[in-house]
Each structure stands twice: as C-alpha cells, then as structure tokens.
C-alpha cells in the first residue's frame, strides 16, 4: 500500500521538486564504499613507498631505480671513498679484516647475525651502520636498544645531539623506527639515529632508510647525513643481501637414550595395534565409555504419557479467532480460511444432528454414504435443496475475495437456520428461513 505525499506551495509558485531518497542499501554501502576506497588508496601509497628488500636493485650501489642507492655511491666516490660490494657477512667479514672500513648493511634482519662478532678483536677500526633493524638485526647489534616506537611513514626531525655527522646534516628524515635503551652512547634525531660501541667496533642503527633512497635523498639533509655516516673511512663495505643467509652451525653428535622397554605388560592378540599399548590403556578406556553410557542413561529423559501443564498465558476464544482470521488475511489464505470455517460449521451441525457424535469421527470428510446421509438431514431441517447443501458445506472453493465473502454468507445463513429453535413460523418471520443461493451476497 502506498501513499501519495503532496506538497503545498503558494498560489502561482512552481511546485517544490523533492530529490528522490536513496535506497537503504546505498545508504550503507556508500559510507563503507568510500571507507573501503580510502584505505586501499592508504595500503597502494604505503606499499608503493616501501621498498622491497628482496629486489636486488633495492639499497643497491648499483641500483639506479627509486629505491636504488647508486647516488649515494657516486656522492662517496666523488669524495674519495672505495665501494666495495659484497653479497655475504662471511665476506664482508674477510674483506674487513686488518683494515678500517666502514659497514653499511641495508638489510640487517636478513643476516645470519655473525658480522659483528666476526669483527670483534679483529685489527683496523670498523663501523658498522644498519638501516631499520628490527627483532633480529638489534639481537645481533650487540646493541642495547628495542623499537620503541614505529611509524607509517618517516619524519623530519631536528638532530637535538652532538655528533658531528647530524650537526653538519641538520634535519634529516630518519625518525621512522624510534630506538630506545639505557646507556646508549649515541642518541640523535629522538632515537631515529642511535648507537654504542661493542667492543672496538662502533655500531649505529638508523631508523629510515630515506637518506639513503635516490628518491629521498635529495630532501632536506638526508644526502650529508648519509654520507657522513659512511665517510668515516676511506673504505665502505657494502653488505648487498636480499635473502635470508642460513646459520652456519657446526655439526655436533649426540645420542639418543634408549628408551626401549620390556614386553611385561603387553598384550599377546596378534592385532598389532592393540599390542603396541599395555593393558591398562584399555582397561581405563573400557571404563570410560562404560561410564559414559550410564552417564547417558541416567540423564536421558524417561518415557512415559504427556504430562499436562498449565498455559503460560490464557487468551481469550475471541482474540485467539480475531488473531488467526487477520493472519489468514496477511498471507491471503482465502481457501485456507473458507476451508476452515466450514469444517468448523459441519462438526457444529454433526453434534446437532447427533449430539452423542465425536467430532474426530463424523467421518463427513470425504465422500461417502454418511455425508449423503448428513446432507439429506441439514437439507430437511433447513428445507432447503440437497445441492444447495452439499455445495455450501462441501463444495468447490472460490478464488477470489468476492467469491469468499459470498460463500461465508451463505454458510452462515444456513448454520444459523439449521441452529434456530423449532417453533411456528409467520410469514414475517420467513425470511431467515429462505434457501441460502451459492454465490448470494450477505
């Protein structure tokens, strides 16, 4: 059912047009819609920024993409310092050994973790610099510090300390991972640059790998950062990883106790899988789902006749009829309500014609001897034809809404005139008494 909305507007004005109103599903899936759509375009720009530790171009000297670093190389070069480029910690190890050199580790995580160990007591002096260290690269720094802090994307930010390589760099945009811990001798650009000596060997981490990107470097003083920090020597041992090293661990034997035991109490079925465990196994397994069955039982329900109990609520007949009739209504159940009326006026007339009659067995309904009988009784006490009867009781049901109110008129026209008491009839009184038609109106 719809209704038909008006709007009213002053004598001679243009009618005010109503914008339609949006379906209820799009007023729902738009707002996710664009939240969907915001952080896919966030996850695109992030992934699309972060590089890729697995491509052999990325913090590469011989990179020349955006995540490359081949023009931090040419900036070294320019001021003299040798690259040498090496693809292992075992040989950036023996390319550092009895010489000062400076390490650059790109990919920290990806390491076996024996670099710094190797360096250690080894003569010359090292440096080693590792760019954004995580779980893995800071266990195996030597240094004692943990991610504190981790951004999206990295942040400008003052040097606020003073080491002469972030004095002459000035803001640089390394605050990305923010390191912390106790008795760190380095902490610059509030813990995006961090380090400490492990033995003779200094160790940085560095928190970004902006300053050291042919993209970022050119931003704000990420180039002098990143030049100062490997220009401490004339030498930079290049660590160019991009997967995981195995852990070189050296073989050791050991062996196993015997744990071989006796057959004393084993079982001797011939099936194997019952010898292989001892008897009490499934003894206590027997016992358990014997248990287990008297559980069953004894909290199964007994059997036995139904057991009245009182309604929760009582509802009174004509609200319980009231109700049924405005559901049949909803669902348009015509035939289904006419059907209904009807068997509940021939099981009134069946107790009329024989009160001591159960309504369950009338039998009247199918066709048959007994309801030829029934319609011949209802016919003479109404004095109305036997085909009036029969089709009122028991004939086809209508199709539609007009045909179904004619049909209950004449269904309880004729209860109402079977039902009324024996007595003289008039002739103003002969009204009620007429033959119901099928198909009449009330």
């Known amino acids: 059912m719809t209704t038909a ?46 590089p890729n530790l697995s491509d052999p171009e990325t913090l590469s000297p011989l990179g020349t993409g955006r995540h490359g670093s081949s023009q931090l190389a040419e900036m070294l070069q320019a001021r003299g310092v040798t690259i040498e480029r090496v693809t292992s910690s075992k040989a950036a190890i023996e390319a550092a050994h009895n010489r000062d050199a400076t390490i650059l580790v790109p990919a920290p995580d990806l390491l076996n973790g024996t670099l710094v160990l190797g360096l250690l007591g080894d003569p010359g002096r090292h ?23 981790t951004r999206w994307a990295p942040k400008a930010v003052e040097p606020d300390c003073s080491k002469p390589e972030a004095h002459r760099a000035g803001p640089a945009t390394v605050f990305r991972l923010r390191y912390g811990g106790s008795g760190l001798a380095i902490r610059c650009y509030q813990g995006g640059l961090v380090g400490d000596y492990v033995d003779d060997v200094e160790v940085l981490l560095v928190g970004s790998t902006n300053p050291f990107r042919n993209d970022r470097i050119g931003e704000l003083g990420n180039a002098t950062l990143a030049t100062e920090l490997l220009a401490r020597h004339d030498l930079v041992i290049w660590v160019d990883v991009h997967a995981r090293e195995r852990l070189d661990i050296p073989p050791f034997e050991f062996e196993l106790p015997d744990y071989a035991r006796g057959e004393l109490d084993r079982t001797n079925t011939g099936y194997e899988i019952v010898d292989a465990f001892p008897v009490q196994l499934w003894v206590t397994i027997a016992v358990l789902l014997v248990a287990g069955v008297l559980l069953a039982v004894a909290k199964a ?16 007949a004509a609200e319980t009829v009231t109700g049924r009739g405005r559901l049949y209504r909803r669902i348009r159940a015509n035939q289904a309500s006419l059907a209904t009326l009807r068997a509940s006026a021939v099981a009134r007339l069946a107790r009329t014609v024989d009160p001591f009659a159960r309504a369950p067995d ?17 016919a003479a006490r109404a004095r109305v034809p036997e085909p009036v009867v029969a089709t009122v009781l028991f004939g086809p049901l209508p199709a539609d809404d007009a045909g179904m109110v004619a049909a209950v008129a004449d269904l309880d026209r004729l209860v109402a005139t079977v039902l009324q008491p024996p007595g003289p009839r008039s002739d103003s009184s002969s009204a009620p008494n007429r033959p119901p038609e099928p198909g009449g109106s009330p």
């Open 127 to 149: 440096r080693v610099v590792l760019l954004e260290p995580r779980l893995l690269g800071l266990f195996t720094s030597g240094v004692p510090a943990q991610v504190v802090r």
């Open 362 to 378: 009338h039998g009247l309904d199918v066709p048959g001897p007994r309801r030829d009988a029934f319609v011949r009784t209802i």
């Open 5 to 50: 909305t008006t709007s009213v507007s002053a004598p001679g004005a243009a009618p005010v047009q109503r914008r339609p109103r949006l379906p209820r599903w799009a007023r729902f899936v738009i707002p996710l819609g664009v939240v969907a759509l915001f952080w896919v375009a966030t996850l695109g720009s992030y992934f699309y920024q972060e």
């Open 301 to 316: 329900r007994r059997l036995g006749p139904p057991v009245p109990e009182p309604l929760p609520v009582v509802v009174p």
